[in-house]
């Protein structure tokens, strides 16, 4: 087990505290380890649900649902039609 060097003092309702002493019961450890776990799996669950842009985009290229070449060519020559009509405005 690391070494602890910072002491906390927290303030909870009846209810909370309650709940954190039949947590650290039932895994049979200190209430601060299970806060520490508690902090742990809600770092991993958030990180879990997180998307990763650049793993999706390699999904997207692999799985070949992406655009074909014409029509990305299509939208890019109506975004510059576009975009050459706003400007002359």
Same mark, same amino acid.
């Given at each position: ?9 927290? +303030? ?7 709940? /954190? =002493? %039949? *947590? ?7 209430q ?15 990180? +879990? ?7 999706? /985009? =390699? %999904? *997207? ?29």
């Open positions: 087990m690391a070494t602890m060097t910072y002491r906390t003092t927290f +303030a909870f309702d009846q209810g909370t505290i309650q709940r /954190l =002493k %039949k *947590l650290a019961s039932r895994w049979s450890v200190s601060a380890e299970t806060i520490r776990r508690a902090l742990s799996q809600a770092e991993e669950r958030d990180a +879990a649900s997180q998307p990763d842009p650049v793993s999706m /985009l =390699k %999904k *997207l290229h692999t799985s070949g649902r992406g655009l074909s070449k014409k029509a990305g060519s299509a939208y890019l020559k109506e975004v510059y039609q576009d975009r050459k009509h706003w400007r002359a405005s």
